[in-house]
Nanobody, 118 residues
Framework: QVQLVESGGGLVQPGGSLRLSCAASGFSLDTYTIGWFRQAPGKEREGIGC????????YQADSVKGRFTISRDNAKNTVYLQMNSLRPEDTAVYYCAARVLGGSYGTWGQGTQVTVSS
Protein backbone atom coordinates (compact mmCIF):
# COMPACT_ATOMS: atom_id res chain seq x y z
CA GLN A 1 0.00 0.00 0.00
CA VAL A 2 1.42 3.34 -1.09
CA GLN A 3 1.18 5.78 1.75
CA LEU A 4 2.62 9.06 3.05
CA VAL A 5 2.38 10.00 6.71
CA GLU A 6 3.24 13.47 8.03
CA SER A 7 4.24 14.12 11.61
CA GLY A 8 5.88 16.78 13.72
CA GLY A 9 3.23 19.46 13.76
CA GLY A 10 2.17 21.31 16.87
CA LEU A 11 1.93 24.64 18.63
CA VAL A 12 4.96 26.91 18.54
CA GLN A 13 5.59 30.54 19.45
CA PRO A 14 6.44 33.11 16.79
CA GLY A 15 10.11 32.91 15.93
CA GLY A 16 10.27 29.26 16.88
CA SER A 17 11.09 26.18 14.83
CA LEU A 18 9.49 22.87 13.91
CA ARG A 19 10.59 19.97 11.76
CA LEU A 20 7.92 18.09 9.88
CA SER A 21 8.49 14.57 8.62
CA CYS A 22 6.94 12.85 5.62
CA ALA A 23 7.45 9.10 5.84
CA ALA A 24 6.70 6.86 2.90
CA SER A 25 5.63 3.25 2.81
CA GLY A 26 5.08 1.04 -0.20
CA PHE A 27 7.49 2.95 -2.41
CA SER A 28 10.90 4.61 -2.36
CA LEU A 29 10.80 8.36 -1.85
CA ASP A 30 14.01 8.91 -3.81
CA THR A 31 12.24 7.91 -7.03
CA TYR A 32 9.58 10.58 -6.59
CA THR A 33 9.52 14.33 -6.37
CA ILE A 34 8.09 15.20 -2.97
CA GLY A 35 6.22 18.44 -2.51
CA TRP A 36 5.13 20.26 0.62
CA PHE A 37 1.87 22.15 0.68
CA ARG A 38 -0.14 23.99 3.28
CA GLN A 39 -3.70 25.16 3.66
CA ALA A 40 -4.88 27.73 6.14
CA PRO A 41 -8.55 28.07 7.10
CA GLY A 42 -10.48 29.85 4.40
CA LYS A 43 -7.51 29.93 2.03
CA GLU A 44 -6.48 27.95 -0.99
CA ARG A 45 -3.83 25.29 -0.76
CA GLU A 46 -0.36 26.71 -1.29
CA GLY A 47 2.67 24.89 -2.62
CA ILE A 48 5.65 25.83 -0.48
CA GLY A 49 8.43 23.68 -1.87
CA CYS A 50 9.63 20.39 -3.22
CA UNK A 51 12.66 18.13 -3.53
CA UNK A 52 13.42 16.57 -6.87
CA UNK A 53 13.74 12.83 -7.35
CA UNK A 54 16.58 12.87 -9.84
CA UNK A 55 19.14 15.26 -8.39
CA UNK A 56 17.74 16.15 -4.98
CA UNK A 57 17.47 19.80 -5.91
CA UNK A 58 15.06 21.74 -3.72
CA TYR A 59 12.72 24.61 -4.40
CA GLN A 60 11.03 26.90 -1.91
CA ALA A 61 8.27 29.41 -2.52
CA ASP A 62 9.04 33.07 -1.90
CA SER A 63 6.78 33.06 1.14
CA VAL A 64 9.09 30.64 2.97
CA LYS A 65 12.45 31.11 1.24
CA GLY A 66 15.26 31.59 3.70
CA ARG A 67 13.17 30.19 6.56
CA PHE A 68 12.13 26.70 5.42
CA THR A 69 14.36 23.97 4.03
CA ILE A 70 13.57 20.57 2.56
CA SER A 71 15.77 17.53 2.87
CA ARG A 72 15.58 13.79 2.31
CA ASP A 73 16.93 10.78 4.19
CA ASN A 74 16.84 7.87 1.77
CA ALA A 75 17.80 5.35 4.45
CA LYS A 76 14.72 6.32 6.45
CA ASN A 77 12.57 6.84 3.34
CA THR A 78 11.58 10.19 4.81
CA VAL A 79 11.51 13.79 3.63
CA TYR A 80 11.75 16.65 6.10
CA LEU A 81 10.53 20.22 6.18
CA GLN A 82 12.60 22.28 8.59
CA MET A 83 10.73 25.44 9.49
CA ASN A 84 12.54 28.27 11.25
CA SER A 85 11.54 31.81 12.20
CA LEU A 86 7.90 30.79 12.19
CA ARG A 87 5.25 33.45 11.89
CA PRO A 88 1.55 33.44 12.78
CA GLU A 89 0.76 33.45 9.07
CA ASP A 90 2.49 30.07 8.76
CA THR A 91 -0.39 28.54 10.70
CA ALA A 92 -1.95 25.87 8.48
CA VAL A 93 -2.35 22.18 7.88
CA TYR A 94 0.78 20.97 6.15
CA TYR A 95 0.75 18.16 3.61
CA CYS A 96 3.34 16.25 1.67
CA ALA A 97 2.64 14.67 -1.70
CA ALA A 98 4.51 12.55 -4.23
CA ARG A 99 4.73 12.63 -7.99
CA VAL A 100 6.86 11.00 -10.64
CA LEU A 101 9.00 13.23 -12.84
CA GLY A 102 6.70 15.11 -15.19
CA GLY A 103 3.56 13.81 -13.50
CA SER A 104 1.04 15.25 -11.08
CA TYR A 105 0.88 14.84 -7.31
CA GLY A 106 -1.17 11.68 -6.90
CA THR A 107 -0.28 10.45 -3.43
CA TRP A 108 -1.00 12.67 -0.44
CA GLY A 109 -0.52 12.43 3.26
CA GLN A 110 -3.22 13.13 5.79
CA GLY A 111 -1.72 16.42 6.91
CA THR A 112 -0.35 17.76 10.17
CA GLN A 113 -1.47 20.93 11.95
CA VAL A 114 1.03 23.71 12.61
CA THR A 115 -0.11 26.57 14.81
CA VAL A 116 2.11 29.58 15.40
CA SER A 117 0.82 31.63 18.28
CA SER A 118 1.96 33.27 21.48
Amino acid sequence: QVQLVESGGGLVQPGGSLRLSCAASGFSLDTYTIGWFRQAPGKEREGIGCISSDDGETYQADSVKGRFTISRDNAKNTVYLQMNSLRPEDTAVYYCAARVLGGSYGTWGQGTQVTVSS
